[in-house]
């Protein structure tokens, strides 16, 4: 059965802080990772990742992929208040399109 | 916004009832899954909908059953309601071309199920 295991669960930090979230996996025929931000209900998207040790960037959040070790990286630098959400990494096998979750990472910025 | 709309944003039964959410899924999108996300925890998949036929399913009982129609819009079916099935419920769609994911999943907003 895939699994998915986000760490921390919850972190709190102050604007301007650097973030560091963790994703481990171990999924059967591994195609990509996904990582979402969740704010109220829908999951937005981010950034998939397929390939080792390629940097997905975009503005202040950045991520990368680990094949080898079975885990992702997301992190936000120079973090705002907006950025307070829930961080939800998937994976995504090679046959099918479901999505196996993990529990996510809750993070709160204070002004 | 993706473009993924989904009716009721909230609901509220008793045990035992049964209930039907709809998703409608993003222009050019033939793919439709469901999740059920509760309190606290990550999204858990139900199952999937591809050209009107699931697609695959998740660890859920037959009570939970779907629809898919001709313009890819979606029903998700829940009979025998009980307690733990309050949730958000999560409905993704994305395309497919020969079994194989074109593009990520794209969210919709949600329906807050609360069961009393």
């Known amino acids: 059965e895939d699994k998915v295991v986000q760490s921390p669960l919850s972190l709190v930090v102050h604007e301007g802080d650097t973030v560091t979230l963790n994703c481990s996996y171990e999924?059967?025929?591994?195609?990509?990772l996904l990582w979402y931000k969740q704010e109220k209900k829908a999951p937005t998207f981010l950034f998939m990742l397929?390939?080792?040790?390629i940097e997905k960037k975009s503005g202040r959040l950045s991520s990368i992929l680990d094949k080898k070790e079975l885990f992702s990286i997301l992190n936000i630098t120079a973090t705002q208040t907006g950025d307070s959400a829930i961080y939800l990494c998937?994976?995504?096998?090679?046959?099918?399109?479901?999505?196996?979750f993990g529990g996510g990472t809750r993070l709160m910025v204070k002004p | 916004e993706t473009g993924v709309t989904q009716s009721p944003t909230h609901l509220i039964k008793t045990r035992g009832q049964q209930v039907t959410l709809r998703c409608s899924s993003q222009?050019?999108?033939?793919?439709v899954s469901w999740y059920q996300q509760a309190l606290g925890q990550g999204p858990q998949f139900i199952f999937q909908?591809?050209?009107?036929?699931?697609?695959g399913r998740g660890n859920f009982p037959p009570r939970f059953s779907g629809l898919q129609f001709p313009n890819y819009s979606s029903e998700l079916n829940v009979n025998a309601l009980e307690l733990d099935d309050s949730a958000l419920y999560l409905c993704?769609?994305?395309?497919?071309?020969?079994?194989?994911?074109?593009?990520?999943?794209?969210f919709g907003p949600g329906t807050r199920l609360t069961v009393l």
């Open positions: 397929t390939s080792s040790g």
């Open positions: 222009s050019g999108h033939n793919t």
């Open positions: 909908y591809y050209r009107e036929e699931e697609n």
């Open positions: 999924v059967t025929n591994f195609r990509s």
């Open positions: 998937a994976v995504v096998p090679n046959a099918g399109n479901m999505l196996t």
């Open positions: 993704a769609s994305s395309l497919e071309r020969s079994g194989r994911a074109v593009n990520e999943q794209f």
